[in-house]
């Protein structure tokens, strides 16, 4: 089995900074790509950010040059830096890893989720 914890979250005032974090542990013989996705109350989950294995980087076009996401793969470990906070960015932050557990199964799994919450 694989978990998947986040941690970082927390009540912020608009404009300022948080950094969330998720940790893999587990079954896991590598991971491939991992992203955070967030969900409001009453909307549909979207993607924030994600990161491959290698590095590469996608953002939703609403966190552009505010989040920067990055992960540490000896540690199993994603980040998602956030700056300049905004009230419409509160939402439960959740992160996702595609993951190998052996030579031939994985999937993709979802950790439990952490509030952040930006007032005005």
């Known amino acids: 089995q694989v978990q998947l914890v986040e941690s970082g979250g927390g009540l912020v005032q608009a404009g300022g900074s948080l950094r969330l974090s998720c940790t893999a542990s587990?079954?896991?013989?590598?991971?491939?790509?991992m992203g955070w996705y967030r969900q409001a109350p009453g909307k549909q989950r979207e993607l924030v950010a994600a990161?491959?294995?290698?590095?590469?980087?996608n953002y939703a076009d609403s966190v552009k040059g505010r989040f920067t996401i990055s992960r540490d793969n000896a540690k199993n470990r994603m980040y998602l830096k956030m700056n300049s906070l905004k009230p419409e960015d509160t939402a439960v932050y959740l992160c996702?890893?595609?993951?190998?557990?052996?030579?031939?199964?994985?999937?993709?799994?979802w950790g439990q989720g952490t509030q952040v919450t930006v007032s005005s």
């Open positions: 587990g079954s896991i013989r590598s991971i491939n790509t």
């Open positions: 996702k890893a595609t993951v190998a557990t052996s030579w031939i199964y994985g999937g993709d799994y």
């Open positions: 990161i491959t294995s290698g590095g590469n980087t």
